[in-house]
């Protein structure tokens, strides 16, 4: 039953009907609305376009939030200000072509190869929030830490669920590619996840060994062949060159020579 001073006051009447609606943001910005209005004098049918429309902004901007927070991509990257010329190797159309996402429309993969700390992962990460600007759904992790949360998940029966949210994903970013040798059981659980993955939905691996060298990091060449092959099966590569954004040094601060 209505308050009676809502009966008196339309703006609370107008408000409580929002609130039931759930336009939440609408509701609260009315009274801002109203007073714009009162000085703008808009069209009725502007007027309620612009309260809709800040409705549908705050829930873009929560659904987005959601996606960053269940992406575990971190803050927002974007390549604003990134050093092009220090990358010969890397072709900024190429890259800003990426951005765009189509290459996660048409289901192909991107791989990003060179030295360490040449900004690879910065790129993927740029590439990964672009996506979720978009409206797709996006996981990042390790290639170490999704193989090892795929092993415990069968230790502790939720094997299917684990593997869903990892071949899932409209994009799968994988980094530190070859960062650490892997055994059979994790290579075969590595090429179940590419094998799902094949042509249906797109992945990101990002790896400081050139392909030659990835069978230095699994059990058999042959694993190296079948999982490289359906990775870069229509891919676009990306090579990283030039020197390391970050410079090991010496205990006394001296530069160490990386070649």
């Known amino acids: ?13 107008v408000r409580r009907l929002l609130e039931q609606l759930n ?24 007027f309620l376009h612009q309260i809709l429309e800040a409705e549908e902004g705050a829930r873009w901007e929560r659904k987005l939030q959601r996606r960053r927070r269940w992406s ?10 990134f050093d092009w010329a220090a990358r010969p190797q890397l072709a900024p159309q190429v890259v800003k072509e990426l951005l765009t996402c189509r290459f996660v429309d048409e289901h192909r ?26 409206a797709l759904s996006v996981y990042y992790a390790s290639m170490a830490e999704v193989l090892q949360t795929l092993h415990a998940a069968r230790a502790d029966g ?7 949210r990892v071949t899932g994903p409209d ?9 650490s040798d892997l055994g059979r059981d994790a290579a075969n659980e590595l090429f179940r996840v590419v094998c799902a993955r094949y042509r249906q ?54 530069p160490l020579d990386n070649e």
């Open 72 to 81: 575990k991509l971190g803050p927002p990257v974007t390549l604003e200000g």
């Open 23 to 46: 336009l939440t943001t609408a509701a609260r910005r009315l009274a801002e609305l109203l007073a714009q209005a009162e000085t703008a004098h808009p069209a009725y049918s502007a």
């Open 109 to 134: 993969n991107v791989i990003l190869v060179g030295r360490p700390s040449t900004g690879k992962t910065t790129v993927a990460k740029a590439l990964g929030h672009a996506a979720c600007a978009r």
């Open 1 to 13: 039953m209505a308050r009676k001073t809502d009966v008196q006051d339309p703006v609370a009447r």
């Open 201 to 254: 939905r797109s992945t990101i691996v990002v790896s400081n060994l050139p392909f030659k060298q990835w069978a230095e990091f699994l059990p058999s060449p042959a694993q190296a062949v079948a999982i490289a092959d359906r990775l870069v099966d229509d891919a676009t590569i990306l090579r990283f060159s030039g020197t390391p954004y970050r410079q090991p040094r010496d205990v006394h601060g001296a």
């Open 171 to 179: 994009l799968l970013l994988l980094d530190d590619a070859g960062f």
């Open 158 to 164: 939720t094997y299917r669920k684990v593997f869903r």
